[in-house]
């Protein structure tokens, strides 16, 4: 039997050419781009928010080695969609909770600064009913003293509404007090309920000289239930500074 000569392969001049341009792939960059996809979990939790920094890191010092090596390596194309991905993730995630978290501070002080302006209009039955559950609340048209005069809880809790020492100082002042909110304290949220803690500043004037006390407000709001039932209300009153020295008359306490 003949044995067959082996054929050595014949390379063409466009395969050379094709082995000659063959680039590989830098390992930093494929990195790279994963990590920024990845980094769409930044919008899971703030904890994650070092998952954009990471793959952003990354995806410069894979453009930087890519730059570095010149002809040697390929994937600045990756690289640079990671980047991109990341810069974007990594903006738009922290952005979108803060703006949540203004929306949030900024429904919690129009509710506050509506308690204020109940009391400062001599209406302590409407004040008292934003320091009730939204669900067990009364309607404004409703006749609110009537509420509290029939239900056999109301007379108690009306009296150590008007008792408390900020509600009973900003009764006496009345439309002397002006308000103005200074700063929030807290604003987290929990699975099943928001909490704002809120810092107001309420300022008057005797015998033409200003005096200033600080009134701190913790407002709640249920994240669960029935949507018509998830307002705001104010689950604590507490007067923050001692009497100053230029304290009403009327206020007695």
């Known amino acids: ?3 067959v000569p082996l054929r050595q392969p014949v390379s063409s001049d466009a395969q050379e050419a094709a082995l000659a341009q063959y680039r590989p792939y830098s390992a930093w960059a494929v990195c790279g781009l994963v990590l920024g996809i990845v980094s769409v979990l930044a919008f899971w939790h703030p904890f994650l928010w070092c998952l954009p920094v990471v793959a952003a890191l990354v995806n410069v010092y894979a453009l930087r080695r890519i730059a570095h090596y010149g002809s040697e390596l390929a994937g600045r194309g990756l690289a640079l969609v990671g980047l991109c991905l990341s810069l974007t993730f990594g903006i738009v995630a922290p952005t ?3 703006m949540a978290a203004e929306a949030q501070r900024a429904e919690a002080r129009e509710v506050a600064l509506q308690w204020f302006a ?11 009913q934003l320091q009730v559950e939204p669900q067990r609340r009364r309607m404004a048209e409703d006749d609110v003293w009537a509420y509290y005069r029939d239900d056999p809880t109301g007379p108690d809790f009306m009296r150590k509404f008007v008792e408390d020492r900020a509600v009973a100082n900003l009764l006496a002042l009345g439309k002397q007090a002006q308000v103005r909110y200074c700063e929030t304290e807290v604003n987290e ?7 704002v803690v809120q810092l107001y500043a309420v300022t008057f004037e005797r015998d033409g000289q200003p005096a200033t006390f600080l009134v701190r407000l913790v407002l709640q709001k249920p994240l669960r239930g029935n949507p018509a039932n998830s307002g705001w209300w104010i689950a604590k009153t507490s007067l ?9 008359e009327t206020a007695g306490r």
């Open 118 to 128: 109940y009391l400062r209009d001599g209406q302590p039955e409407m004040a008292a």
């Open 240 to 248: 923050v500074t001692e009497k100053p020295e230029l304290w009403p």
């Open 1 to 3: 039997m003949a044995e």
């Open 189 to 195: 949220q929990l699975q099943s309920r928001a909490t």
């Open 96 to 98: 979108r909770v803060e």
